[in-house]
């Protein structure tokens, strides 16, 4: 047997910075989707079978029948990316496969979108570039394009894990007052040390000028913001999400900003992704879209490429992964 041969087979659903990449391709016999999209969910089917591990991404179901088709001998499913709302955890631990994804090194990265989608809606750049490009500007106006103080007004703050606290820490640096909603409340020292009150959902909703998304996508917080919601907040009210598509229902969305409810939109997820070009939510001038883009900068998605790379050699090598999200697998009894 060649050496090559005695690696584990594993397959990457796609093109990962060269930082996880190489140490992947080095260590393992590798079949690498190298196209700009997704595979098809027959080919996803086809090329999974028989390997030993899974580098996925987000845009690859990870459930059942991808288990089923795989095989038994799997041994790690490393996904590239914080969230994992993609990948059925439960039907992995049930198999014994742990799962791995890329908490913490995509922080600040995200939280930094976050905040300059929410700059950019408050002061409506891009209006104000395309008014530039087209010609109209003409004069100095008085009232021209006029949006919202960021200093002095309030951030209401959905999810205060790693990212949410990021953001508070942001709006801090901006002035602003800190409200947060979670299912969990921060110690009072975090409190203190963020200048973040807690509030219940209603009055985060009622009170912010600001709101910006940061939670898991679970089935609690699937249309999270509704039309109910929309109607609770302020008047003018600008809304952010960085977090998952499906937590805000965009109809409600386009209504409350369409009728002048609401003052703008940010939005680096959205449902469905991709979302195209004709979508009623990007005929409204106040909503800015971004292609989830939050953790995508150089040095962040080195970072995540470095740990999707360790997640899935420690899986194939039948280690412990650095950062399993279903750490219950380890406590498994050994099968018989
Ligand atoms: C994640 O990691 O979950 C982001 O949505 C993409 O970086």
Redesign the pocket.
Known sequence: MTEAAGRPRVLVTRRIPDAGLERVLAATRADLWDDELPPPRDELLRRVAGVDGLLSL?TDQVDDELLDAAGPQLKVVSN?????DNVDVPACTARGIPVG??PGV?TET?ADLAFALLMAVARRLTEGYDYVRADRWLTWGPMLLMGSDIHGGTLGIVGFGRIGREMAKRGSGFGMRILYHDVQRATAEDEAALRAEPAGLETLLAESDFISLHTNLSPETQHLLDAAAFRRMKRGAIVIN???GPVIDHDALAEALRSGHLGGAGLD?TEPEPMRADHPLLSLPNCLVVP?I???SHA??AR?AEMAADNLLAGVAGERLPTPVNPEVYDRPPAA
């Open positions: 987000l590239f990316a914080v969230g994992f994804n890329t995509l995200t960085t977090s998952r997820v989830h939050a953790s995508a962040t998605r995540m």
